[in-house]
């Protein structure tokens, strides 16, 4: 089944898949750089002269990445997020993407909700959802992203030189206390438990600033496996080592104040936080301060790029291992 | 995780995700549109100027569109096949693609499998696999084709006008005549069999046919859930009617041996064909003859599009139902 819009006369049912689309997916665009939207056997666009195309595809599957019980409105919202994450570490403007769904079977409340999260998201970004398909199956998204990015100035992983500051943005630790909250039951009517879980649940693709640090940062990757985790592989593509100030690590009150000792083990290994983590020349330092301040979230510097190989840990600025009890990602 | 190739410490195995990026999804890849591959939070890719960029996505989910004794080899072709299928009724070129792979286990004999099939019908279309995404999960792949095709050129849904022939590309009904008879067990080393059981399992997307018919076909729709079907999407998207004649359907003689009778009804409503139906301005129909002349598969003219709405079929010159017991689509 296609998200073609058309009648689909072999497949009676309540809410069969041309139902499906007219009444949630298919919405009109203001993007006039889509030729050709959901309907036919391809989309049909238009990129712009001069710059390089930017695509990425993440996909969340139930009982991996989310569980059963979690709001189509959350799930929406966050497999579009993650990919808008993508595009963002990169510094590339989102434009278009598709979206294939996998359902056990069509429920118009669930998919009014998901439907719902993903549009305010994508209205947000001006993203326009060009195509895709549903068909049956076990509960999974998988969202293909498009975003556009002048060559030079994309933000590989690969570019960090020894002596560029590593930077963070947000407060990473967050989106795994909100879920190990809410896993454990929390009261969710406690207003800080509150933060972290819509950090969980509602991660906002930092968008905007991957955008303000093109020409600035040397290297940039989206956190989503955890800060540890991902700035090794930043440092391991750009062929550089790292020191990290566990200390400098931005923790919230929201988080210092659930997790307490464990708060700064949770910002390095939690994951789910889509902020970015990037490194920066020295003399950029400036530029960066000024183009932060329209942005509502820090950014922070927690370490230094090496000469070698291999992420190291300071505190007390002594070289110290990954805190125990790490969390793993699910 | 990612098709990132980067180590992923957090999670060791025999086989972990940076281990299955590397052995058996990176490769080299020959376009020069391929600024940045797998590798990064996003593939950076150069369009060509002056074209409209197709694309489209299509997932396969075990249990759905395939059964879990499939050979992977099988798996891997189709998956691109259904997409490049899509490409080739725009009458677009394809270029890149990415692949997100949903997996209970990594299994090196599965994945090399799959990966074989893949890459082989990849390489015969000049097609570079740019990214992707594996997570664990049931057995469930999802492909997003890119491709290229000049916008006023594209073979749109919509354009089918009365009078224009309508036509059909190779041989439909072959695939669920092969997938049926595999069902029922039938003897594999029956040479007819094997043809049709090769129609099924490896379905030859039509990209060659697709862009000789630019500039000629007035619409066209690649025929996956059925011609009956995929042509009445085509009609109802043109605003027009349309004439069917049971007795011109090219059958195979495969197919006839094989299902008698019942041959028109599986090429009417089979599906898993993968050919382009088409409509054709009478006066093209010449040039139509002269550059399908290079094709190893019959095009064949079945029918005429007509004012009004609705597909006629005609049997002896006299509407008539579609014919009992058709195939309802897997």
């Known amino acids: 089944m296609r998200l073609d819009g058309s009648a689909d006369a072999g497949r009676p049912g309540a809410?069969?898949?041309a139902a499906i689309i007219e009444r949630f997916f298919r919405r009109p665009s203001a993007r006039d750089d889509v030729l050709l939207g959901i309907g036919d056997d391809a989309a049909l666009l238009a990129p712009p002269a001069g710059q390089a195309l930017a695509v990425a595809v993440d996909t969340l599957v139930e009982g991996t990445h989310f569980h059963l019980g979690t709001d189509p409105r959350a799930l929406g919202h966050r497999?579009?997020?993650v990919n808008l994450s993508d595009l963002a570490a990169m510094g590339a403007e989102p434009a278009w993407c598709l979206l294939s769904l996998s359902l056990p079977r069509p429920d118009p409340a669930w998919l009014a909700g998901f439907a719902d999260g993903f549009f305010a998201l994508a209205d947000r970004h001006g993203v326009a959802l060009v195509g895709?398909?549903?068909?049956?199956?076990?509960?999974?998204?998988?969202?293909?992203v498009h975003g556009f990015v002048p060559a030079a100035q994309a933000c590989r992983r690969s570019g960090a030189r020894p002596g560029d500051g590593?930077?963070?943005?947000?407060?990473?630790?967050?989106?795994?206390?909100?879920?190990?909250?809410?896993?454990?039951?929390?009261?969710?009517?406690?207003?800080?438990?509150?933060?972290?879980?819509?950090?969980?649940?509602?991660?906002?693709?930092?968008?905007?600033?991957?955008?303000?640090l093109r020409g600035l940062a040397s290297a940039m990757i989206d956190v989503s496996d955890g800060l540890h985790q991902d700035?090794?592989?930043?440092?391991?593509?750009s062929g550089a080592g790292g020191e990290l100030v566990v200390e400098a690590l931005p923790l919230s009150a929201a988080l210092t104040a659930r997790a307490g000792g464990e708060a700064a083990a949770l910002a390095l290994t939690g994951g789910d936080d889509y902020e970015l983590c990037?490194?920066?020349?020295?003399h950029h330092a400036g530029q960066l301060v000024e183009r932060a301040r329209a942005w509502d979230f820090p950014v922070?510097?927690?370490g230094t790029v090496t000469a070698g190989s291999?992420?190291?840990?300071?505190?007390?600025?002594q070289p110290c291992a990954l805190p125990p009890g790490s969390y793993r990602h699910f």
Chains 1, 2 share one sequence.
Do not use: K, M, S
């Open 15 to 17: 809410l069969d898949e």
């Open 79 to 81: 497999v579009l997020a």
């Open 132 to 144: 895709g398909d549903t068909v049956r199956g076990p509960l999974a998204a998988t969202v293909t």
């Open 166 to 212: 590593i930077w963070v943005t947000g407060t990473p630790g967050d989106a795994v206390a909100g879920r190990l909250a809410q896993a454990d039951g929390a009261d969710a009517g406690d207003p800080a438990l509150a933060a972290l879980l819509a950090r969980f649940l509602y991660p906002e693709p930092r968008v905007a600033a991957g955008l303000a």
């Open 231 to 237: 700035l090794a592989r930043l440092l391991v593509a």
């Open 278 to 282: 990037f490194t920066l020349p020295e």
């Open 300 to 302: 922070t510097r927690i």
């Open 310 to 317: 291999g992420l190291t840990l300071l505190r007390a600025g």
